[in-house]
């Protein structure tokens, strides 16, 4: 216990004040979990709309440690009210189907693009010494030019979402850039691990995968799987945010997300069933609509991170899967 003190007093977020939106989903309430075993005082903001991965088992460990709001990154008032008092914040929800913001374009850019200006005027007017990390994604560089994908490549989204989460990106630089409000971006790829969304596929195809070989399904592979992805684990993740706090710039900083262990859609079905020890897989044909919004290959360069912020992930693809496997299939009553 004493050492558990110990460690808290001496990391950067003991007694820090931190607000997570998006809190109850997979990312955030992995960031939530650590940050309050570190310390921090930790306030999450979801709106647990079923579509969006939210779900209050996320945090079962530390429910009765954080401030839960079940409220909506759209409701300015609501964002006024919490943003205040904090010293950072953990900037996460957000749509992150490719597919849906197709289909519901609006929707994607209420939240991906107009609540993010939203949110930092908020900041602006009533807490504008708060630090901001914001969660982007990979699908801003589009097809991509060359591989490994470093920040310089041209940012060119082929959807909806991309286009919207590139605004978002935008909107963090400028009132960095115009009124000071200290920001930092991370562009992530694949991040899997426990407390993802398995129901479907919407946050991410890794989750759709564990769904099926828990459930003696075969998973299935769009094309003939010889497309290149880079995999984080979420832990990895955590800790890259946990990171910013040797920030020392916060001046709109955008940095890549990755692993030096690319490897094909097959192998990743492959390895997973490995871990497994039963699965099938099969090939099908690219739905049309899929097809048409499909990066390809893709891999990042990291290197940028890793010099400024000291940050690699830790955790190979293997050793990612046999824990996230395990994890749900302990706790799969709470995410079907």
Not at 120 to 138: G, H, M, Q, W
Request: a neutral charge; proline letters at 4%.
């Amino acid at each position: 216990m004493q050492y558990m003190q110990y460690m808290q007093q001496i990391t950067g977020f003991f007694k820090k004040k931190v607000l997570i939106s998006g809190g109850l989903g997979f990312l955030g309430s992995n960031l939530a979990i650590k940050l309050v075993e570190l310390g921090a005082k930790v306030t999450i903001i979801d709106s647990l709309i079923p579509e969006y991965g939210g779900n209050l088992w996320n945090i079962n460990p530390i429910k009765d440690k954080v401030t839960v709001n079940i409220s909506d990154v759209r409701d300015e008032h609501s964002m006024r009210h919490l943003i205040q008092g904090q010293e950072y914040f953990f900037n996460l929800a957000g749509q992150t189907s490719h597919l849906d913001s197709m289909n519901n374009p609006f929707t994607d850019l209420d939240i991906n693009a107009k609540s993010q200006l939203s949110i930092l005027e908020a900041c602006r007017k009533y807490n504008p010494d708060i630090k901001v990390v914001f969660a982007s994604t990979r699908q801003l560089y589009g097809k991509p030019r060359y591989l490994p994908v470093d920040e310089n490549h041209p940012v060119v989204p082929i959807d909806v979402n991309g286009i919207n989460k590139m605004s978002g990106e935008c909107y963090h630089i400028v009132y960095n850039q115009v009124y000071g409000i200290k920001t930092i971006i991370f562009r992530l790829t694949n991040t899997f691990g426990p407390r993802m969304r398995i129901k479907d596929a919407r946050q991410t195809f890794l989750g759709i995968w564990v769904r099926n070989l828990i459930e003696n399904k075969p998973i299935t592979i769009f094309g003939d799987g010889t497309q290149i992805r880079d995999y984080n684990y979420v832990d990895d993740v955590v800790e890259a945010f946990l990171n910013v706090e040797k920030y020392e710039s916060w001046s709109g900083d955008i940095y890549n997300l990755g692993n030096n262990d690319p490897i094909s859609l097959k192998s990743t079905a492959e390895l997973m069933i490995k871990e497994n020890n039963a699965g099938s897989f099969d090939f099908v044909d690219f739905p049309k609509e899929l097809k048409k919004i499909d990066i390809g290959d893709y891999y990042c360069d990291y290197s940028k991170i890793s010099k400024h912020l000291g940050w690699t992930p830790q955790t190979s693809n293997c050793l990612g899967f046999k824990k996230t496997l395990k994890y749900f299939k302990e706790n799969y009553e709470h995410y079907i």
